[in-house]
Structure formats: C-alpha cells, structure tokens
T-cell receptor, first 117, second 109 residues
Framework: SAVISQKPSRDICQRGTSLTIQCQVD?????MFWYRQQPGQSLTLIAT?????????ESGFVIDKFPISRPNLTFSTLTVSNMSPEDSSIYLC??????????????FGPGTRLTVL | GQQLNQSPQSMFIQEGEDVSMNCTSS?????WLWYKQEPGEGPVLLIA???AGELTSNGRLTAQFGITRKDSFLNISASIPSDVGIYFC?????????WGAGTKLIIKP
C-alpha cells in the first residue's frame, strides 16, 4: 500500500488566519482526496484532487474556503482559509490505489489535527 | 443519497471476548470496506469485500458481504488490548467513500 505523510501533524491557530496542510505520497497516484473528520464523527469528503485539473468539491465545501493544489502525482495541499472555531477538525488526505493491486482501495494519511481558537 | 447504518455505536467488552459489528444499507452495494482508526491516526483498511456472500479473514478478523448485498458484518475473535479503536464500514461509490458512523471498541482491563 502507498505510504502517505502529512504536515503538520497538528496545529493550533487563531481565528481569521489560514493554514496549509501538505500531503506527500511515496508513489505516483492519480486520485487524491481530502477529508474532514469532526470530533467524534465519521469522515466527510471535502474534495477530490486530480493532477492537472481543478479539484472537485463536495456539497457544502467551496474553493474559496478550502483551496487545493495538486502540482504533481505525489503531492497535494489543502488550505483552510479564514478559520473559525467550527473548522477545528482532523483533516485527512487519502489516495486511490492506482491499480497496483487487483482492487481499488483508498489509503489514508495520519491526519492533521487542527484546533482554532 | 446512499446511507450506511452501522451498529453498535460502541462496545465495552472484556479482553478475550469475541466482537461482532455490522452495517446495513438501503441500497445494493458492490463493495464493502472495513477500516480501523486508532487515536491520532488515519483509518487503516482491514478487509475489502467485492462479491455477495464473500467471507474474508485477516488474522482474527472475519468479514462477510451479505448475500442481499445490503449488509456486512465484521467479527473479531479473542479480542486483545490493541484492538481498541473505532471501526468503520465504508462503501466505495465511484471513488468516493461513503462511511458508516463507526463502532467504538473499548476493552476492559
């Protein structure tokens, strides 16, 4: 399976500021995903990020609030803009297997725990 | 939209006990995935199921894809302390994962 790292692992931020989260994969993958997991909740997909195209956002998430970059096949960033305490969550990136196994499955990074004061 | 109902919400068991949790859906699914998430970590894939009736094991874990394609269960035999965490079922819908609410497993010392 792909090895995924995220930076930072956690951060405490002030209201109104922005934080950029990085996701690095040890192999080239076509599809990368960004999820949010609020305390005690399941995961919610924010957007799908494919290299060379604009990210596709899910209902309730907009590019102005969560701009995403995907400059190459091993890296992506998610920015949480103009943060408020409601943005306090764990943010996770994941990748689709890209055909190295017989089944397509998603693998997750360790997450970035964000607290907004 | 598609919904997954996962139960129980939490389990508080003795070490050595067997554990069973399940997910049901209102629609027919082509895949069932079971993930485990430990505190401070991302979810880790445990078992993937792709055929109705499929029964798959991964060590002490066993999962089955229901014959109606609307349900799946995950069993853990002889639980140990490192089994603690939250277990999620998920469905892979055209690259988007639809998640159950999770089952939190707590093991009494």
């Amino acid at each position: 399976s792909a090895v995924i790292s995220q930076k930072p692992s956690r951060d405490i931020c002030q209201r109104g500021t922005s934080l950029t989260i990085q996701c690095q994969v040890d192999s080239q993958v076509t599809m990368m995903f960004w999820y949010r997991q609020q305390p005690g909740q399941s995961l919610t997909l924010i957007a799908t990020a494919n290299q060379g195209s604009e990210a596709t956002y899910e209902s309730g998430f907009v590019i102005d609030k969560f701009p995403i970059s995907r400059p190459n096949l091993t890296f992506s960033t998610l920015t949480v803009s103009n943060m408020s305490p409601e943005d306090s969550s764990i943010y996770l990136c994941s990748v689709e297997d890209d055909g190295r196994s017989s089944t397509d499955t998603q693998y997750f990074g360790p997450g970035t725990r964000l607290t907004v004061l | 939209g598609q919904q997954l109902n996962q139960s129980p919400q939490s389990m508080f068991i003795q070490e050595g006990e067997d554990v069973s949790m399940n997910c049901t859906s209102s629609s027919i699914f082509n895949t069932w995935l079971w993930y485990k998430q430990e505190p401070g970590e991302g979810p880790v894939l445990l078992i993937a199921l792709y055929k109705a009736g499929e029964l798959t094991s991964n060590g002490r874990l066993t999962a089955q894809f229901g014959i109606t394609r609307k349900d799946s269960f995950l069993n853990i035999s002889a639980s140990i302390p490192s089994d603690v965490g939250i277990y999620f079922c998920a469905w892979d819908s055209n690259y988007q994962l639809i998640w159950g609410a999770g089952t939190k497993l707590i093991i009494k010392p």
